[in-house]
C-alpha cells in the first residue's frame, strides 16, 4: 500500500466513523465513493492470478464495515474466468451467497446462470462479482435482503474496481439499479438505463434487470428485454447469434 492510498484510507475511515457517530461534520455518499475512486490500486503482481488472488485475500480480512464484519458469514469475492471477455456485476450477497461464500447461487443465481448459457458461454467462462462483497446486515430473524447503502457501496467499491481492472473484461453488465448506482453513482430507474450503453473507466456496460427481477415478474414481455440487452452485448462482443436466439420471448 503507497503513502496516497493509505492517506485516503485514513481520511475515508475517519469520515466514515464520524457519520455514524452522528458528528455534525458529515460525509456525503458522492465524497465517500469519490474519495475511494481517488486511491489508486496497490502495485500489484504482474501475473494476473497473483494480482487477484491477492485482492482476494485482502478482501477477506476486511473490517472497513465493521458491522457487516460482525453478522456476515463468509466475504463473497467473486468466482469465474479472470480473461473472461464478459463480466457481470451484481449488489450485494444474499444469505444463500453468505453461506456459500459464492456470488449468484440462488434462484436468481441459477437465473443468471440460465440466462449465462443461453448466450453461450458456460458459468465458467464468465466472471460474476458484486459491488458488496458481505451481506448485508439484517435483524435477527427477519426474512430477505437488505439494500446496501450508498456508504456501504463506496467503501467497499475499490475491491470491485481492482477486479474489473484486473480483468479488463471487453464488457461488463451491471445487474439492477443498485449495481449501477455503486458503480457509477447513477440512481434512474432502470427503465431509463437498460437498452443503451454506459462505461466504467473505459469499459462499455450494459444495464439490465437484476435476474431477482424477472422472479418477481415473469411476463415474456419484461425476460424479452432482459434478453435484448444480453443480444446487444453479444453483438459488441462480435459473437454470432442464432435465428433461435433472436427469437426468444417474442409474441408467438
Known amino acids: 500500500m503507497n503513502e496516497f492510498e493509505s492517506a485516503v484510507n485514513i481520511v475515508h475511515d475517519s469520515l466514515r466513523r464520524m457519520r455514524e457517530e452522528g458528528a455534525a461534520l458529515r460525509a456525503s455518499a458522492s465524497s465517500l465513493r469519490a474519495l475511494s475512486a481517488a486511491a489508486p490500486a496497490p502495485r500489484p503482481p504482474r501475473d494476473k ?26 466475504v463473497v469475492f467473486g468466482v469465474g474466468n479472470i480473461d473472461a471477455e464478459l463480466m457481470f456485476a ?57 439494500r446496501p447503502t450508498p456508504e456501504e457501496m463506496a467503501t467497499c467499491l475499490p475491491y470491485l474496481v481492482e477486479q474489473i481492472e484486473s480483468i479488463q473484461p471487453k464488457v461488463l453488465v451491471a445487474l439492477g439499479g443498485v449495481a449501477m448506482e455503486g458503480l457509477l453513482g447513477d440512481v434512474r430507474p ?16 450494459m444495464a439490465t434487470y437484476h435476474p431477482s ?38 409474441p408467438k
Open 49 to 74: 492470478a497473483a494480482r487477484i488472488a491477492a485482492l482476494r485475500e485482502r478482501a477477506l480480512v476486511c473490517q472497513k464495515c465493521p458491522h457487516l464484519a460482525r453478522t456476515r458469514r463468509t
Open 90 to 146: 451484481g449488489e450485494a450477497p444474499g444469505v444463500d451467497e453468505d453461506a456459500a461464500g459464492e456470488p449468484f447461487v440462488g434462484r436468481a443465481g441459477q437465473l443468471l446462470t440460465k440466462i449465462i448459457e443461453t448466450m453461450g458461454y458456460s458459468r465458467g467462462d464468465v466472471y460474476i462479482a458484486n459491488v458488496l462483497k458481505c451481506r448485508p446486515d439484517t435483524p435477527p430473524g427477519s426474512p430477505g435482503n437488505r
Open 190 to 205: 432502470m427503465r431509463e438505463l437498460r437498452g443503451r450503453w454506459h462505461a466504467f473507466r473505459g469499459i462499455p456496460v
Open 213 to 250: 427481477y424477472l422472479l418477481r415478474n415473469q411476463s415474456p414481455g419484461e425476460k424479452r428485454k432482459v434478453w435484448e440487452d444480453m443480444l446487444e452485448v453479444l453483438r459488441k462482443l462480435g459473437r454470432p447469434i442464432s435465428a433461435k436466439q433472436q427469437g426468444y420471448f417474442l
